[in-house]
């Protein structure tokens, strides 16, 4: 029996979908994370969660603090009473306590946390997913539609990114939750990415090109996005685009182009076979973004 927290968000309901599809029996967790009662009562049976919740699309610091790191010690607190087998953890490259950036120092500190437990736990880090409903590429996309006649670059476009698609990434957290772990994959700290390289220019003009936009590239200093995304979109709850998703334009995220083959034996998708659902994306979504 599987739990899975974060199960509403963009990789979550993909994740569902695909233990549906494998007949794996799975539950969303429906409680906040720093409820211990909620926690308790629905561990009880359980024997791997796999743990997506996070306020990364808060693009608050403050709410990482309380839900990423405060309620992941919750969760492990509670799992350990419980006694469950394997915690699976979908992390980001570049996890690092010491980073400038806020998501990547507190995926390390979470990492930390499952580290220090006496349970068994599976990392994988990420590459930024790509995806129906995902909050890059339709991000990216908004931007270039608001920002007529031009599409900005930050940081010049220079940014270099390996996305990789939410159902492979879905299809990584099904094989490492296999209950026999034929193929040893508790205990480690794997990566996701895709096996393409990209600067940030170049999945802009992917999007023009899908979308049919016309837009001329202008080169902007990375804090000048900082500025605008802070005093447009800081007050809501759910912004379109966060200084977080800004942060990903600083650091690069890569790793071996070959890195999901040799750990789990497949393909991920090409960027371009999988990007259809921005042709038409529908006003709604540009002005109001879908998460
Ligand atoms: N998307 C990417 O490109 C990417 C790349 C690498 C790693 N990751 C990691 O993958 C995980 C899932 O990402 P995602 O893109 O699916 O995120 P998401 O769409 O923002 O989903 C976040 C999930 O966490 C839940 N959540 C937020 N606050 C909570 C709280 N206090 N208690 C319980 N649940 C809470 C949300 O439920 P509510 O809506 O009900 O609050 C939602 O189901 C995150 O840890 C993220 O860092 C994502």
């Known amino acids: 029996m599987i739990l899975v927290t974060g199960s509403t968000g963009f990789v979550g309901r993909a994740l569902m979908r695909a ?46 603090q309380h839900v990423d790191i405060d309620g ?25 306590v010491n980073s400038l950036f806020p998501t990547l120092r507190t995926k390390a500190t979470v990492e930390q946390i499952l580290d220090r437990s006496s349970i068994p736990t599976t990392i994988i880090r990420s590459a930024t997913i ?26 010049g476009g220079r940014a270099l990114l390996q996305p990789i698609w939410v159902e492979d990434v879905v299809r990584c957290l099904v094989m490492v939750s296999d209950p026999l772990d034929l193929k040893g994959y508790r205990g480690r700290i794997l990566t996701a990415a895709g096996e393409e390289r990209f600067r940030y220019e170049e999945i802009v003009h992917i999007i023009l090109n ?51 083959f040799r750990q789990f034996n497949f393909h991920p998708v090409p960027l371009r076979h999988q990007i259809t659902y921005l042709r038409n994306p529908g006003l709604a979504r540009y002005v109001f973004g879908k998460n």
């Open 210 to 260: 899908t979308t049919e936009m016309s837009r001329r590239p202008l080169a902007i200093r990375l804090q000048w996005v900082r500025l605008i995304t802070r005093t447009f979109f800081g007050w809501r709850r759910r912004p379109p685009i966060t200084t977080f998703f800004l942060d990903r334009l600083n650091a690069p995220e890569i790793a071996d182009l070959d890195i999901v």
């Open 19 to 64: 233990l549906d599809y494998h007949n794996l029996d799975a539950t969303g967790y429906t409680g906040r994370m720093n409820n211990p009662y909620a926690l308790r009562e629905q561990l009880d049976g359980i024997e791997t969660v796999i743990h997506l919740a996070s306020a990364e699309a808060t693009g608050r610091a403050r709410a990482l």
């Open 72 to 96: 992941t010690q919750r969760l492990v607190e509670e799992a350990e009473r419980t006694g469950i087998n394997h915690i699976i953890y979908l992390s980001r490259i570049g996890a690092n």
């Open 130 to 155: 790509f995806g129906r409903d995902d909050r890059f590429l339709n991000t990216v996309g908004s931007l270039a539609f608001w920002n007529w006649p031009f599409v900005f670059l930050p940081a």
